[in-house]
């Protein structure tokens, strides 16, 4: 299981949602092979850059990372 927080806090250089978003889709990709392990949403991003469907995106872009591994 992948925590949002964790992530976030974890690469601290993250200043926006879109740098968060790429850093998501790398997580997704080093994940080891097995089961899927779902990306938690613990935590609301708060950067100004963040869109209202910000959980939509961040799916997405964990999907896109799992898929390209």
Partial sequence: MTLLSQLISDNPSIDSFWSLERCVSVAARSEPH??????MFDVEPEFRSTPRKWDLILTAAYERGMRAR
Avoid: A, D, H
């Fill in 34 to 39: 097995g089961p899927r392990s779902p990306l």
